[in-house]
């Protein structure tokens, strides 16, 4: 009998979106359990992703940015990835507008894999380099109900939040685009993926 791989890696504890203020948005509906997220506009929002130990109780490790030309198995601790491009789907790699002329958008890989290919693995870096770890609850890109800084699930140990919120470089494209993620733990080991599904409608 074949056994199945145990993955032991962090687990996520919350996976979604906040708004421009920080505040954490509801989500309006799942399909097939995956929750769906709905925004008027393209961009002026985080996406927020939260993880703890997983089975392996190691650390939730904390890179947003492992990146070789020439190696796909180099990887970052957090892994994400789009089901459509994000801004102009510029296959560069975290092309972020360090310079007004060096700005540009996110590769969809569909369906996401997480390295596995150069492409899957420049795709992971390019979204994943937007991204800040935040290891204390008081330094959340997400607020309570008191306007406090604070991790969403309080049994997070690690918060990744978009840096700088999501802005026109890369703005989702009208309809559904699914966001999906892992994150590693001290010794490079997985934890099982979550997904999320962004729903553009202008005037919704």
Same mark, same amino acid.
């Given at each position: =009998?074949? #056994? ?58 904390? +890179? ?15 892994? =994400?990835?789009? +089901? ?7 296959? &560069? ?6 310079? !007004? ?5 996110? !590769? *969809? ?7 596995? +290919?150069?492409? &899957?693995?420049? &795709?992971?870096?390019?979204?994943? @380099?937007? /991204?800040?770890? #935040?290891?204390?609850?008081?330094? *959340? @890109?997400?607020?309570? $109900? /008191?306007?406090?800084? #604070?991790?969403?699930?309080? &049994?997070?140990?690690?918060?990744? @939040? ?7 470089? =890369? *703005? ?5 685009? $699914?966001?999906?993620? $892992? ?22």
């Amino acid at each position: =009998m074949t #056994r199945t791989p145990q993955t032991i890696g962090p687990q996520i504890t919350y996976f979604g979106i906040a708004n421009a203020f920080g505040i954490v948005v509801t989500p309006i509906s799942a399909e097939d359990g995956t929750p769906i997220f709905r925004r008027t506009l393209p961009q002026g929002f985080f996406i927020v992703l939260e993880a703890r130990p997983g089975p392996s109780g190691k650390p939730v490790a904390t +890179s947003t940015f492992n990146w070789s030309p020439s190696d796909p198995t180099v990887l970052p601790d957090l892994q =994400m990835v789009v +089901s459509r491009p994000l801004g102009n789907g510029s296959t &560069a790699v975290c092309d972020r507008g360090e310079t !007004p002329d060096f700005i540009g958008g996110v !590769p *969809a890989v569909d369906p996401p894999l997480f390295g596995g +290919s150069q492409f &899957a693995a420049n &795709a992971v870096n390019d979204l994943t @380099c937007r /991204f800040d770890a #935040r290891r204390a609850s008081t330094d *959340a @890109c997400t607020k309570n $109900r /008191f306007q406090e800084e #604070r991790f969403v699930n309080l &049994a997070s140990t690690v918060q990744f @939040c978009t840096s700088v919120g999501v802005g026109i470089e =890369m *703005a989702f494209p009208p309809g559904d685009t $699914r966001v999906t993620a $892992r994150v590693r733990d001290s010794l490079g080991q997985p934890g099982l993926p979550a997904s999320i599904i962004v729903r553009i409608e202008p005037g919704g």
